[in-house]
């Protein structure tokens, strides 16, 4: 069965610095990956997604991350932190070749400190 | 319509109580998908639609909970008795295609059980 593990519930950086958050997956096909993010009473924003092809990818808001086979992980990155990425960041897998359904995580909070 | 819309925002039901909630999907999208999260976190998956027709409910608690995707009608999630451990924030997402699309998720619906 498929899972996903997110390092780290809660983590906290300096506004201007980098930003991780980890991500391991398991999965017995090759993956569709997703970053989500969540800000307060809000739903699901997609950030990126790795089907195919290029393994790195970049996203919105200045965010990319790296699909990495041989670590089964998928990290999320940020060069420089702002203070509008303070959300809970979620990371999922696609299980099925056919419909779409998301494993997904248990998040990590990302609080930027001023 | 452009978004998911997801209907009423909040709901309380004393135990025992029916809850149904509702979602609009996407306009010409043909995939719907019914998640639950609990504290903040854990995203649980409970059903998904291929139109009108279930196309997998392996997330669904066999007693209490339906749900149904009718032609012309926003889709419904609909919970039987209601216990205070449905209290959750309940996202449908929609998606245009099966495979490798983005997901988008409706704002949710938080249903307290009192």
């Known amino acids: 069965a498929q899972s996903v593990t997110q390092l780290g519930s809660h983590v906290s950086v300096s506004e201007g610095a980098l930003v991780l958050l980890r991500c391991n997956y398991s999965s017995s096909v090759p993956p569709y990956l997703f970053w989500y993010v969540q800000y307060p009473n809000q739903g699901l924003q997609l950030l990126l997604k790795y089907t195919t092809g290029a393994t790195l990818v970049k996203g919105i808001n200045g965010f990319e991350a790296e699909f990495k086979k041989s670590e089964t992980s998928f990290h999320l990155t940020k060069p420089s932190a702002h203070m509008s990425d303070a959300a809970e960041y979620f990371c999922a897998v696609s299980v099925s070749a056919g419909a779409q359904k998301l494993v997904f995580g248990q998040g990590t909070r990302l609080t930027i400190n001023p | 319509g452009e978004e998911v819309a997801q209907t009423p925002k909040h709901l309380v039901r004393g135990e025992g109580q029916k809850a149904k909630l509702y979602c609009a999907p996407i306009k010409g999208h043909s995939y719907v998908f019914w998640y639950q999260q609990v504290l903040k976190n854990e995203f649980k998956f409970l059903i998904s639609f291929q139109n009108e027709n279930v196309f997998d409910e392996t997330g669904m608690p066999k007693e209490r909970f339906s749900a149904k995707c009718l032609p012309n009608s926003p889709c419904s999630l609909e919970i039987q008795a209601t216990k205070l451990e449905d209290s959750a924030v309940y996202f449908c997402?929609?998606?245009?295609?099966?495979?490798?699309?983005?997901?988008?998720f409706g704002q949710g619906t938080r249903l307290t059980v009192v």
């Open positions: 997402a929609s998606s245009q295609f099966s495979l490798n699309t983005e997901a988008f």
